[in-house]
């Protein structure tokens, strides 16, 4: 497959470029006025978001960013607190967006190598109502989870924390910009990965290669409270039939396909694993994210994604965690094997421990 700019981009699955079935979906898009609820294909996306993740309503949106903030904020009131992992996609990455736009602070539990949190945890973080506590105002969970390899929370799972939050009368978010992953990986219908929540958020600009755009869906009340915080952050889209488009395809078309996805980056994993001065957690790597870390007294990860770089391969830099690369559908086999090979002779060539060779 040819690649943009002549690099193997295995940065993120943000990466990846419409195909041409969307391009010519997104050419032909009938659009009308979305503030007004007339755009035909926003619509259309949205009522076929709700049936296949089993939900009553959905609401189109720019970003999984805006997605998890307005989702966050339709759930709470002016300072609430939020539940969440310590490392959480919305925690890490997402400016802090509920607690500066919605004054909500934030408790983080302890998340577990898989992405769990431990629901006796969040039984005890969920506020008692007495004077001087702010009000519990929802639980979020993350499926995959992106700074765990891409683990994978169970239906099963999702129940336990469900179960905790709504027997306090606390709803339950998930953070699913990749859900699709998710249920590749668990074999299962989305629908039911997701039946325990009470809102889910994911993206179509991820492994389901969409150029833009993410989703809320929820129950039809909740999906009306996120429509007004959408027009709070930024407003209501206009003519976005014209990449909704792009996203019914996503939809009909890329979801099957995410197992290749997986296999490769399960392919990638296990050949890390053998490159000596690589490690690799085999067992969180359920999906399309592969987080590995080269031995530090052999070469820095600067170096390293330099390395890969100069070789026409792109890496990304996951600080404490070590690196990362992603599998997408421009992502093949043969992409995989460059890839290993670049890494392996990245690590023979630096062999001799820096301590060592110092010592000479």
Not at 109 to 123: I, N, S
Not at 139 to 162: D, F, K, M, S
């Amino acid at each position: 497959m040819a690649h943009p700019n002549g690099f193997i981009d295995l940065r993120s699955d943000t990466v990846t470029l419409p195909t041409p079935a969307m391009r010519r979906a997104m050419a032909e898009a009938e659009v009308g006025d979305d503030q007004y609820g007339e755009d035909p294909t926003v619509n259309r996306l949205e009522a076929l978001t709700a049936e296949r993740l089993g939900k009553e309503a959905a609401c189109y949106v720019s970003s999984g960013t805006m997605g998890n903030l307005i989702a966050i904020l339709t759930h709470c009131g002016r300072g609430d607190e939020v539940i969440l992992g310590d490392e959480s996609h919305i925690f890490w990455y997402e400016s802090g967006g509920a607690a500066t736009l919605g004054g909500l602070p934030f408790n983080k539990l302890r998340t577990d190598r898989f992405g769990m949190l431990d629901p006796r945890e969040v039984a005890d973080a969920i506020r008692a109502p007495r004077p001087g506590y702010p009000r519990t105002g929802v639980v979020c969970l993350e499926n995959t989870h992106n700074r765990c390899g891409g683990a994978v929370l169970r239906p099963e799972q999702l129940r336990q924390i469900a179960d905790v939050a709504h027997e306090r009368g606390v709803p339950v978010h998930v953070d699913g910009a990749r859900i699709f992953n998710a249920a590749a990986a668990l074999g299962l219908p989305v629908a039911e990965v997701v039946a325990p929540v009470d809102s889910v958020q994911f993206c179509f600009s991820k492994g389901l290669a969409a150029p833009v755009g993410s989703i809320v869906v929820g129950s039809r009340d909740f999906i009306q409270g996120v429509r007004a915080n959408r027009k709070l952050v930024g407003g209501a889209m206009r003519q976005a039939g014209v990449i909704a488009a792009a996203a019914i395809v996503s939809l009909t078309e890329m979801t099957e396909r995410l197992p290749e996805d997986h296999a490769r980056a399960r392919r990638l994993a296990e050949g890390l694993a053998q490159i000596d001065g690589i490690h690799v957690d085999l067992e969180t790597t359920q999906s399309n994210i592969v987080i590995f870390r080269p031995a530090a007294d052999r070469i820095t990860s600067e170096e390293f994604i330099a390395g890969m770089a100069e070789d026409g391969v792109k890496i990304s830099n996951y600080g404490l965690r070590g690196l990362r690369m992603v599998t997408h559908y421009q992502i093949t086999d043969e992409d995989v094997e460059k890839a290993l090979g670049t890494a392996r002779s990245l690590m023979e060539g630096a062999a001799v421990p820096v301590a060592a060779a110092v010592a000479k």
